[in-house]
């Protein structure tokens, strides 16, 4: 029931409405100003409201940049002028288009092809690479383009758009560089995303408009003109260290911790771990990829493990091997798998692709941050019939370490 399906998910967005919110931060304390706001100077604010008048704030402690991104559309004849969709667009459609082309094949593209097939439409995937999710293990982009295929997509690896044009007011004709071409009614645009901070007045402070917020594990932006005062913070996408909303949120948790902080010592020790840094975003990011089957993973790949000079091992399980998968669905088809660190015997990382595998995702984020040994592993005893046993049956695979 696809209107059913978007008035669900506008009850999520409040339909689109920010009032709830606006109303969280008066509970808290704190002032909401809205309009363009560009940095001034050092601790300086300009904020330009919609009826032209300017507010300046100046900042006791700092500034937070928390901007985030925005999507990124290549630079390809026609394509601005035919309006593709971006995520922002796709996630807030009140109409199923008859065909959508999607150009991507990472979490975006992966996850709007799955709801829009299971809405109707025919959705078509140009992926300039050779398989889906291609920062991911191998085998969940080879599980999620088995499925999608299943439901109808058309995938299309190895191919690019080169120009696009609107044929008429209903359809999109794409150049492809196979000498091929597309037409569909919506053309979604999955191909990565771009820092919103070029025009937010950071050339008055030495950096460069346009650019992510490079910064330090505190947040704290690395630039000359703020090593000594510490004032510029970012926080969220627009750094560019991991661009989910849930590390956002944890960074800006962390923001909150080392402002109050170092209000009070502008000396403060920041080690790794403590209240003040985001340090799990450097090789311990959960992330979770909505497509049916779903893909949960944290830490590092196998391949990324083994880039940065681990000594690995390597446990692959079929999770429906398990009873609690086969209680939970009739055939149900995953795999799992863990990358052990075999010096240390801890997980650096986890890949879960299955239905519903999003809830096994937090015991191996676990796992993974607080380095639990292997040996020690084996005392978390998984319920039975659940399909957490899985992590017992890769214990198993990898062998009860002599310790």
Same mark, same amino acid.
């Given at each position: 029931?696809?209107?059913?399906?978007?008035?669900?998910?506008?009850?999520?967005?409040?339909?689109?409405?920010?009032?709830?919110?606006?109303?969280?931060?008066?509970?808290?304390?704190?002032? *909401?100003?809205?309009?363009?706001?560009?940095?001034?100077?050092?601790?300086?604010?300009?904020?330009?409201?919609?009826?032209?008048?300017?507010?300046?704030?100046?900042?006791? /402690?700092?500034?937070?940049?928390a901007t985030g991104s925005a999507p990124m559309v290549p630079d390809l004849?026609?394509?601005?002028?035919?309006?593709?969709?971006?995520?922002?667009?796709?996630?807030?459609?009140?109409?199923?288009?008859?065909?959508?082309?999607?150009?991507?094949?990472? /979490?975006?593209?992966?996850?709007?092809?799955?709801?829009?097939?299971?809405?109707?439409?025919?959705?078509?995937?140009?992926?300039?690479?050779?398989?889906?999710?291609?920062?991911?293990?191998?085998?969940?982009?080879?599980?999620?383009?088995?499925?999608?295929?299943?439901?109808?997509?058309?995938?299309?690896?190895?191919?690019?758009?080169?120009?696009?044009?609107?044929?008429?007011?209903?359809?999109?004709?794409?150049?492809?560089?196979?000498?091929?071409?597309?037409?569909?009614?919506?053309?979604? /645009?999955?191909?990565?995303?771009?820092?919103?901070?070029?025009?937010?007045?950071?050339?008055?402070?030495?950096?460069?408009?346009?650019?992510?917020?490079?910064?330090?594990?505190?947040?704290?932006?690395?630039?000359?003109?703020?090593?000594?005062?510490?004032?510029?913070?970012?926080?969220?996408?627009?750094?560019?260290?991991?661009?989910?909303?849930?590390?956002?949120?944890?960074?800006?948790?962390?923001?909150?911790?080392?402002? #109050?902080?170092?209000?009070?010592?502008?000396?403060l020790d920041t080690p790794p771990w403590s209240r003040y840094v985001a340090?799990?975003?450097?090789? #311990?990011?959960?992330?979770?990829?909505?497509?049916?089957?779903?893909?949960?993973?944290?830490? *590092?790949?196998?391949?990324?493990?083994?880039?940065?000079?681990?000594?690995?091992?390597? /446990?692959?399980?079929?999770?429906?091997?398990?009873?609690?998968?086969?209680?939970?669905?009739?055939?149900?088809?995953?795999?799992?798998?863990?990358?052990?660190?075999?010096?240390?015997?801890?997980?650096?990382?986890?890949?879960?692709?299955?239905?519903?595998?999003?809830?096994? *995702?937090?015991?191996?984020?676990?796992?993974?941050?607080?380095?639990?040994?292997?040996?020690?592993?084996?005392?978390?005893?998984?319920?039975?019939?659940?399909?957490?046993?899985?992590?017992?049956?890769?214990?198993?695979?990898?062998?009860?370490?002599?310790?």
């Amino acid at each position: 029931d696809v209107p059913a399906v978007l008035a669900r998910r506008d009850t999520f967005t409040s339909n689109w409405d920010d009032a709830s919110q606006v109303e969280w931060l008066q509970g808290a304390g704190i002032d *909401l100003i809205r309009g363009l706001a560009r940095i001034a100077g050092q601790k300086t604010v300009v904020v330009k409201g919609q009826d032209g008048s300017t507010t300046t704030l100046t900042a006791t /402690v700092a500034v937070a940049v928390a901007t985030g991104s925005a999507p990124m559309v290549p630079d390809l004849p026609g394509l601005t002028e035919v309006q593709p969709w971006t995520s922002r667009e796709a996630t807030s459609a009140h109409d199923v288009p008859k065909s959508l082309a999607i150009i991507g094949g990472g /979490v975006v593209a992966c996850e709007m092809a799955t709801a829009y097939a299971t809405f109707g439409a025919a959705v078509t995937m140009l992926v300039r690479g050779d398989a889906l999710l291609d920062k991911q293990e191998p085998f969940a982009g080879e599980l999620v383009a088995a499925s999608l295929t299943e439901l109808g997509v058309e995938i299309r690896t190895g191919v690019s758009a080169i120009a696009a044009e609107r044929d008429t007011s209903t359809q999109v004709r794409l150049t492809l560089d196979d000498d091929s071409e597309l037409t569909a009614a919506e053309v979604l /645009v999955a191909a990565g995303r771009s820092p919103r901070t070029a025009d937010l007045g950071l050339e008055t402070v030495g950096l460069t408009p346009g650019d992510w917020l490079s910064v330090d594990d505190t947040m704290l932006v690395r630039a000359e003109t703020n090593k000594h005062h510490k004032w510029l913070y970012a926080v969220g996408d627009v750094n560019h260290r991991a661009l989910l909303t849930h590390q956002g949120k944890y960074q800006a948790r962390a923001v909150g911790e080392v402002l #109050a902080a170092r209000a009070r010592n502008p000396q403060l020790d920041t080690p790794p771990w403590s209240r003040y840094v985001a340090s799990a975003d450097q090789a #311990a990011v959960p992330q979770v990829t909505f497509t049916d089957p779903e893909v949960a993973a944290i830490g *590092l790949t196998a391949a990324a493990a083994d880039q940065a000079g681990y000594p690995i091992r390597v /446990v692959d399980f079929q999770i429906g091997q398990v009873a609690g998968a086969s209680v939970h669905a009739d055939g149900y088809t995953g795999q799992a798998r863990i990358v052990v660190d075999t010096d240390r015997e801890v997980l650096l990382g986890a890949t879960f692709v299955g239905p519903d595998v999003a809830e096994l *995702l937090h015991a191996a984020t676990i796992a993974v941050v607080g380095e639990v040994p292997i040996s020690r592993l084996w005392h978390a005893v998984p319920s039975y019939p659940t399909i957490s046993e899985v992590w017992l049956r890769l214990l198993d695979s990898y062998g009860r370490p002599q310790s």
